[in-house]
């Protein structure tokens, strides 16, 4: 089955800072890889994915990953972090049976 | 926009008694899912549905768990005889197709005390 490993519980930066996001996968298959994002108290929102093509991917609110197969890997960056950036991050990839698989996912704190 | 609804959005129930969360999919789109999000832990996979069957589900899927799609807009989750450990945070979702992204609903926050 296919997995994630989301590196790092809690990764805090100062506003304005590079924002990156560790996301680490496992699989036999070319994988179909995503990040969602949970505001407190709220559902999980589709930031960005991966699925065939070309592998900087970009989404909302000036979000972007990289797919690395030599490195298995899909981490997340935002050049400049915003206060209102502030929230859980979610990797998750596609496995058999439509299931998404998440990872246990990394809370962003932005300093001002 | 389209979006994923869900009712209610917490629901307290004592332990033993039956619940059903529901959740209104985006209109066009034809696979339908839960998870479920326990209190600081990850977001797990529950059940998919497609063309009114149950496509997959969990080892946390069992027998007190059941999906219905009773009319062409709903898709509900029933939980038989709740237990305190199924309090969490559920969320539906739907896709498109079978390997399209996933919409989520905001959750039902469910209570078992």
């Known amino acids: 089955a296919q997995s994630v490993t989301q590196l790092g519980s809690h990764v805090s930066v100062s506003e304005g800072a590079l924002v990156l996001l560790r996301c680490n996968y496992s699989s036999s298959v070319p994988p179909y890889l995503f990040w969602y994002v949970q505001y407190p108290n709220q559902g999980l929102q589709l930031l960005l994915k991966?699925?065939?093509?070309?592998?900087l991917v970009k989404g909302i609110n000036g979000f972007e990953a990289e797919f690395k197969k030599s490195e298995t890997s899909f981490h997340l960056t935002k050049p400049s972090a915003h206060m209102s950036d502030a929230a859980e991050y979610f990797c998750a990839i596609y496995n058999a049976g439509n299931m998404l698989t998440f990872g246990g996912g990394t809370r962003l704190m932005v300093k001002p | 926009e389209p979006e994923v609804t869900q009712t209610p959005s917490h629901q307290v129930t004592q332990m033993g008694q039956e619940v059903i969360l529901r959740c209104v999919p985006i209109s066009n789109h034809l696979y339908f899912y839960w998870y479920r999000q326990i209190l600081g832990q990850k977001v797990e996979f529950l059940v998919s549905?497609?063309?009114?069957?149950?496509?997959?589900k969990s080892e946390i899927f069992d027998d007190q768990f059941s999906v219905e799609r009773p009319d062409g807009s709903n898709f509900t989750l029933k939980i038989r005889s709740t237990k305190l450990e199924d309090s969490a945070m559920y969320f539906c979702?739907?896709?498109?197709?079978?390997?399209?992204?996933?919409?989520f609903g905001p959750g039902t926050r469910l209570t078992v005390t």
């Open positions: 549905f497609y063309n009114n069957e149950i496509s997959e």
């Open positions: 979702a739907s896709s498109e197709t079978s390997l399209s992204e996933q919409y």
């Open positions: 991966y699925t065939t093509g070309a592998t």
